[in-house]
């Protein structure tokens, strides 16, 4: 049987579009029918975890059934009239929702690379959506649980693999619903113009930095051994890669989205125009840093500060930061590499914050101009991209694995 | 000016720094007025000074990001 990866080559767009032709001409005359849309669903998850990746999809089912099991039993709780709302149910229910996530996670760091048998593709972006509807449904803006809604929630399928990170109330919104016609076509002028753009990031951009480029720097790189200007060229060249990859995929699952009439929300704006590090996490994998700002940063911040952990706000801030970014980096994987890069982001978020709390004091006498807004802008990137050479893990091959 | 008013203003000023009543429809979050620690105390003083209870799952920031619309929400939650 034929095995795709997401968006991975041409076959797999032809099918696409043969097979949302009839919904897309459904949704222009006012119709969406769930039962079309769920067989098609089913055929392309089957293309990506069926074939010789079958056990990914047996891996992926088990997942499934035991989140929308823990979900409903915890909504449930919740739901009773008289629901005590206990903090530990609730502590619980999310540590188990995690659970399968850690010990994929895990497993590579602790049996020498293998991967665990219940990881499948796109498990930490399910892993995303089941904890932020537990958080909700916590405090009660979730108040009805729809076993069947949720699990078409988890399996959409153009954002399966690697997001954007959709929310459970925006997303019913527009799947229980059809967009008027007039709405409906700017949805698919967009959706054509973003899947077209994602042609030119995915398979021209990413191609020439990724395949043609980083392999000729990285070798120069690892002949020069230690620091060289080749890894300085690793650094940009890799960074554009990780750039048009992931802004390419986003815009395919943003666009195919959008001609299915779900507005699945931006991954990416214009990231390198940013003017601090604040200003980025604003504009890069923006559905990753709003799901930490929004449910992990706040509500620890919400923690702390009623709490009175801390008597000043600045240290309220700093340390909810460190640990937001710390936690991003555990998220990324079990290697050093992914951990400081989450570190490197905690504290570049804090020497931010200081930097616009001092700018704010003495407003009168810092230069503001166009020159200082290209520097500001010349030096986000520069940070980002070292920010990225740590992620890419090329410095372990570099200094610890690559020595002959 | 009646009393959520003149309360929930007197509360940006108090985060902000700034007097935020002459421009009611300045997007805080853009003007770099707040952010999400500002939105969490805001939360927080909203519970403490009116007594209202807005759980962080309810803060969507663009339903929240002027002191205008902070006013409406919080008239319409009271």
Redesign the interface.
């Given at each position: 049987m034929m095995s795709f990866d997401p968006y991975g080559n041409p076959t797999y767009f032809i099918l696409l579009f043969v097979a949302l032709l009839p919904l897309m001409i459904g949704l222009l005359y006012g119709r969406r029918s769930h039962v079309y849309e769920t067989i098609i669903s089913f055929v392309f998850l089957l293309l990506t975890f069926g074939g010789v990746k079958w056990h990914t999809g047996i891996a992926l089912i088990c997942y499934l059934v035991y989140q929308i099991v823990l979900v409903g039993l915890y909504s449930k709780y919740r739901q009773r009239p008289d629901s005590p709302n206990k903090g530990w149910v609730f502590v619980v229910s999310v540590i188990l929702a995690i659970a399968p996530l850690a010990v994929v996670k895990i497993t590579p760091a602790v049996s020498h690379g293998a991967s665990s048998i219940i990881g499948f593709l796109g498990i930490s972006y399910l892993t995303f959506k089941v904890v932020q509807t537990i958080?909700?449904t916590r405090?009660?803006?979730i108040t009805e649980f729809h076993p069947v809604l949720f699990g078409q929630f988890l399996l959409f399928f153009p954002t399966i693999s690697s997001g954007p990170i959709d929310r459970y109330r925006r997303f019913v919104k527009d799947y229980e619903s059809v967009p008027t016609r007039e709405k409906y076509l700017a949805l698919v002028e967009k959706g054509v113009r973003y899947v077209f753009l994602g042609f030119l990031y995915k398979f021209i951009l990413a191609y020439i930095f990724g395949t043609r480029m980083l392999p000729v720097v990285e070798h120069a790189a690892l002949q020069a051994h230690g620091i060289s200007w080749a890894l300085l060229g690793v650094m940009y060249v890799y960074s554009m890669d990780l750039f048009f990859d992931f802004a390419g995929y986003s815009l395919f699952a943003v666009g195919i989205s959008y001609l299915m009439g779900v507005e699945t929300p931006m991954n990416f704006n214009q990231p390198f125009k940013s003017k601090n590090i604040?200003d980025f996490w604003n504009r890069w994998h923006m559905t990753l840093s709003f799901w930490f700002?929004?449910f992990i940063?706040?509500?620890l911040?919400?923690f702390v500060?009623?709490h009175k952990v801390f008597k000043s706000?600045i240290t309220?801030?700093n340390v909810?930061y460190v640990i937001n970014m710390l936690i991003m980096g555990f998220w990324h994987g079990e290697t050093w590499y992914y951990i400081v890069y989450g570190l490197f982001h905690g504290f570049a978020m804090v020497i931010n914050d200081a930097w616009?709390r001092y700018k704010?004091k003495h407003r009168a006498s810092i230069p503001s101009n166009k020159f200082t807004e290209y520097f500001a802008i010349f030096l986000t990137f520069n940070v980002v991209c070292f920010s990225f050479l740590i992620f890419s893990g090329f410095l372990d091959t570099l200094f610890f694995a690559g020595r002959p | 000016m009646d009393e959520t008013k003149s309360a929930v203003l007197a509360i940006l000023q108090d985060l902000t720094?700034e007097d935020v009543s002459a421009n009611m429809d300045a997007n805080l979050f853009d003007e770099?007025l707040l952010?999400?620690?500002g939105?969490?105390?805001l939360?927080?003083e909203l519970q403490n000074q009116l007594g209202i209870e807005v759980?962080?799952?309810?803060?969507e920031r663009s339903e929240w990001e002027t002191p205008a619309k902070i006013v409406a929400k919080v008239e319409s939650m009271q």
């Amino acid at each position: 049987m034929m095995s795709f990866d997401p968006y991975g080559n041409p076959t797999y767009f032809i099918l696409l579009f043969v097979a949302l032709l009839p919904l897309m001409i459904g949704l222009l005359y006012g119709r969406r029918s769930h039962v079309y849309e769920t067989i098609i669903s089913f055929v392309f998850l089957l293309l990506t975890f069926g074939g010789v990746k079958w056990h990914t999809g047996i891996a992926l089912i088990c997942y499934l059934v035991y989140q929308i099991v823990l979900v409903g039993l915890y909504s449930k709780y919740r739901q009773r009239p008289d629901s005590p709302n206990k903090g530990w149910v609730f502590v619980v229910s999310v540590i188990l929702a995690i659970a399968p996530l850690a010990v994929v996670k895990i497993t590579p760091a602790v049996s020498h690379g293998a991967s665990s048998i219940i990881g499948f593709l796109g498990i930490s972006y399910l892993t995303f959506k089941v904890v932020q509807t537990i958080m909700e449904t916590r405090d009660g803006v979730i108040t009805e649980f729809h076993p069947v809604l949720f699990g078409q929630f988890l399996l959409f399928f153009p954002t399966i693999s690697s997001g954007p990170i959709d929310r459970y109330r925006r997303f019913v919104k527009d799947y229980e619903s059809v967009p008027t016609r007039e709405k409906y076509l700017a949805l698919v002028e967009k959706g054509v113009r973003y899947v077209f753009l994602g042609f030119l990031y995915k398979f021209i951009l990413a191609y020439i930095f990724g395949t043609r480029m980083l392999p000729v720097v990285e070798h120069a790189a690892l002949q020069a051994h230690g620091i060289s200007w080749a890894l300085l060229g690793v650094m940009y060249v890799y960074s554009m890669d990780l750039f048009f990859d992931f802004a390419g995929y986003s815009l395919f699952a943003v666009g195919i989205s959008y001609l299915m009439g779900v507005e699945t929300p931006m991954n990416f704006n214009q990231p390198f125009k940013s003017k601090n590090i604040k200003d980025f996490w604003n504009r890069w994998h923006m559905t990753l840093s709003f799901w930490f700002r929004d449910f992990i940063y706040m509500r620890l911040v919400f923690f702390v500060m009623k709490h009175k952990v801390f008597k000043s706000r600045i240290t309220t801030a700093n340390v909810c930061y460190v640990i937001n970014m710390l936690i991003m980096g555990f998220w990324h994987g079990e290697t050093w590499y992914y951990i400081v890069y989450g570190l490197f982001h905690g504290f570049a978020m804090v020497i931010n914050d200081a930097w616009l709390r001092y700018k704010k004091k003495h407003r009168a006498s810092i230069p503001s101009n166009k020159f200082t807004e290209y520097f500001a802008i010349f030096l986000t990137f520069n940070v980002v991209c070292f920010s990225f050479l740590i992620f890419s893990g090329f410095l372990d091959t570099l200094f610890f694995a690559g020595r002959p | 000016m009646d009393e959520t008013k003149s309360a929930v203003l007197a509360i940006l000023q108090d985060l902000t720094g700034e007097d935020v009543s002459a421009n009611m429809d300045a997007n805080l979050f853009d003007e770099g007025l707040l952010d999400s620690m500002g939105s969490v105390q805001l939360l927080l003083e909203l519970q403490n000074q009116l007594g209202i209870e807005v759980p962080v799952s309810e803060f969507e920031r663009s339903e929240w990001e002027t002191p205008a619309k902070i006013v409406a929400k919080v008239e319409s939650m009271q």
